[in-house]
Nanobody, 115 residues
Framework: VQLVESGGGLVQPGGSLRLSCAASGFTFTSYDMSWYRQAPGKERELVAAITRAGRSANYADSVKGRFAISRDDYKNTVYLQMNSLKPEDTAVYYC?????????WGQGTQVTVSS
């Protein structure tokens, strides 16, 4: 089982990034997918989640209207489009796959928002 995040980097405030999480080794279409983030000295927090087949999505209040989660079940990939980035969005971003009591995590990708 692998979840491999990519797309992180350094961006100026107000900029955009798109994170990708490529999944392999399990039946991607059966899993709900989500993005979490963890800033230095803070607990990991849920950013966005999307259910199987993309039926519904939900977001942390802090990112509503700026971030969008999506999935491509043909590519076994989940995305996080991040717009209007703020310095407080700086964190390591992780994707997670969840099916009942089974969960898988990626290794994370660093996002730094700074001028």
């Amino acid at each position: 089982v692998q979840l491999v995040e990519s797309g992180g980097g350094l961006v100026q405030p107000g900029g955009s990034l798109r994170l990708s999480c490529a999944a392999s080794g399990f039946t991607f279409t059966s899993y709900d997918m989500s993005w979490y983030r963890q800033a230095p000295g803070k607990e990991r927090e849920l950013v966005a989640a999307i259910t199987r087949a993309g039926r519904s999505a939900n977001y942390a209040d802090s990112v509503k209207g700026r971030f969008a989660i999506s999935r491509d079940d043909y590519k076994n990939t989940v995305y996080l489009q991040m717009n209007s980035l703020k310095p407080e969005d700086t964190a390591v971003y992780y994707c997670k796959a969840l099916l009942r009591w089974t969960e898988y995590w990626g290794q994370g990708t660093q996002v730094t928002v700074s001028s």
